[in-house]
């Protein structure tokens, strides 16, 4: 039984965002705005203007206020964040993509080891959410109310 698995999405052109972010393999350890299937999907996160420069600086250092975050890769559009978990150091991977209308941000957050997160990656996302609207970013859509 493995206990590795592939963490953040593949074939990630160097620049530019068009792409989108991998769903969920069938693991429970992992939650896509990209996933068709319920209980790896979460909502997009609804930005309360269209990106700029200026707004995707503030997600990005937002982003980096979740515990043990760590930037990886950012550049206009695309974030890959590295948490590491506070007890055993564990590397979890959550990845941030303007979506095409430029109203949204795609979000997937995976645990690079283990079989299952105890909820951890879906949790990692809505404290994003929130932080975001907090921060008034983003804003509360109707399915998240």
């Not at 990630?12 to 769903?23: E, K, R």
């Not at 980096?64 to 990886?72: D, E, Q, R, V, Y």
């Not at 550049?75 to 430029?102: K, M």
């Amino acid at each position: 039984m493995g206990l590795t698995g592939c963490a953040s999405t593949g074939n990630v052109p160097q620049a530019g965002t068009n792409f989108t972010l991998d769903g969920c393999a069938p693991l429970l350890n992992c939650v896509s705005s990209e996933s068709d299937t319920g209980m790896y999907h979460v909502d997009p996160i609804a930005l309360r203007e269209p990106l700029t420069p200026d707004t995707w600086d503030r997600i990005v250092d937002v982003a980096l206020t979740l515990p043990g975050a760590t930037l990886k890769e950012s550049r206009y559009g695309y974030a890959r964040i590295t948490c590491y978990s506070e007890v055993f150091n564990f590397p979890d991977y959550l990845e941030i993509l303007v979506t095409d209308d430029g109203r949204h941000l795609a979000v997937r957050s995976q645990s690079q080891f283990g079989l299952y997160d105890l909820g951890v990656n879906r949790s990692r996302v809505e404290k994003l959410r929130k932080a975001l609207i907090d921060q008034k970013l983003a804003t509360i859509t109707s399915t998240e109310s």
